[in-house]
């Protein structure tokens, strides 16, 4: 089955994960990782490689903390990337005392549906950022949990955004990454701006779950790896603000798509039909996504309703998400 995760972002820049944080003073030229007298693109290709494989390779790592902050994250690349272009502001490789405080927002938002039902052993599961304003980059750490297990990981496909330089780091060469684990990290192609709002896609992954004969459920949280300042952050015009995730339990992307691949097709109507006459398999991920017409429950009606609709033109399904109330296998509408 497949699962949709929307991983909602909505103010600035980036979420950061960083490396193990570091107190010692930079003794070199703030920034200047390569040590040649100079900030360079050189020097951002060692931040760049760090952010594959979470290894210095012998540089410094506190030259690379340069937003008097500390912690290694996004936030110090990016600073970094405008000063190499001389765009940006002055480096500060003088780290304060702590890490991020998380600043709840109710602006942002991660969703991800929940229910796995039984028998299933793969679930193929979408991710995806939504960002508003102009943004120069989004991380994205997080682990996936099964009921409290760890799934592990069966295929991965990287998408390619627009306007994004995306890399995904799940197997970096020199610090392996934990199971279950997976970040992202998005880059604008010019710094200067910033990547318009909209959603992109980050990647698709599948998860391998033991077969079991009850429903069981999928939970999304941010990482508490690698260690150090891997707390979510909020980067716009190279400067940061931490921000708390808030989870939103079922997403019901499209009334109408029992199958969830995200779009209405005939193989819906099947499966409605499957449901309501022959007891077969619920609408997926909840019931309620079979709900054509928001009533409450899943009849006939919301077949022939999802038949006018994909192949007569008629009344396109509710939004069941936005107008009921959704628990599980039971929900209400007004």
């Known amino acids: ?86 765009i940006g502001p002055d480096l500060d490789c003088t780290p304060d005392s702590g890490t991020f405080v ?22 193929t599961v979408y991710v995806e950022v939504t960002v508003t304003g102009n943004n120069l980059a989004v991380a994205v750490g997080h682990r996936f949990e099964v009921d409290g297990q760890t799934p592990t990981f069966g295929s991965l496909v990287v998408q390619d955004p627009p306007s994004w330089n995306l890399f995904l780091l799940t197997d970096p060469k020199s610090t392996p990454v934990p199971q279950g684990h997976l970040f992202a990290r998005m880059f604008d192609h010019d710094p200067t701006h910033g990547a318009p709002p909209g959603r992109y896609e ?84 909840v019931p309620a996504a079979g709900d054509i017409n928001c009533s409450a429950e899943v009849t006939s009606s919301d077949i022939i309703g999802l038949v006018n609709y994909i192949f007569k033109s008629g009344t396109a399904p509710c939004d069941v998400e936005a107008e009921c109330t959704i628990n599980l296998d039971q929900w209400t509408c007004p």
């Not at 929307?6 to 930079?26: H, I, R, T």
């Not at 990647?203 to 391998?208: A, G, I, Q, R, Y």
């Not at 990482?223 to 079922?250: C, F, K, Q």
């Open 1 to 86: 089955m497949r699962f949709l995760i929307v991983l909602a972002f909505v103010l600035s820049m980036a979420l950061g994960p960083g490396s193990a944080a570091s107190n010692a003073q930079c003794t070199a030229l703030c920034g200047d990782l390569t040590e040649n007298g100079f900030i360079s693109s050189a020097d951002m290709a060692v931040y760049w490689d760090y952010y594959r494989y979470l290894s210095w390779g012998g540089f410094d790592s506190a030259c690379a903390e340069v937003d008097n902050h500390q912690g290694n994250s996004v936030s110090d690349y990016c600073r970094l990337m405008a000063q190499a272009m001389w």
């Open 102 to 123: 998380p600043i709840p927002n109710d602006s942002h938002y991660l969703h991800y549906n929940c229910i796995i039902p039984p028998g299933d052993t793969s679930i």
């Open 202 to 285: 980050v990647c698709t992954v599948e998860l391998l779950v033991p077969a079991s004969l009850e429903y069981r459920v999928l939970t999304l949280e941010p990482s508490e790896w690698p260690p150090g300042d891997n707390t979510p952050m909020v980067v716009r015009r190279y400067t940061h603000d931490g921000w708390a995730l808030n989870p939103d339990p079922i997403t019901v992307a499209l009334t109408g798509d029992t199958n969830n691949d995200r779009i209405l097709s005939a193989a819906d109507i099947i499966g409605l039909v499957n449901f309501v006459f022959k007891s077969g398999r619920t609408p997926y991920p």
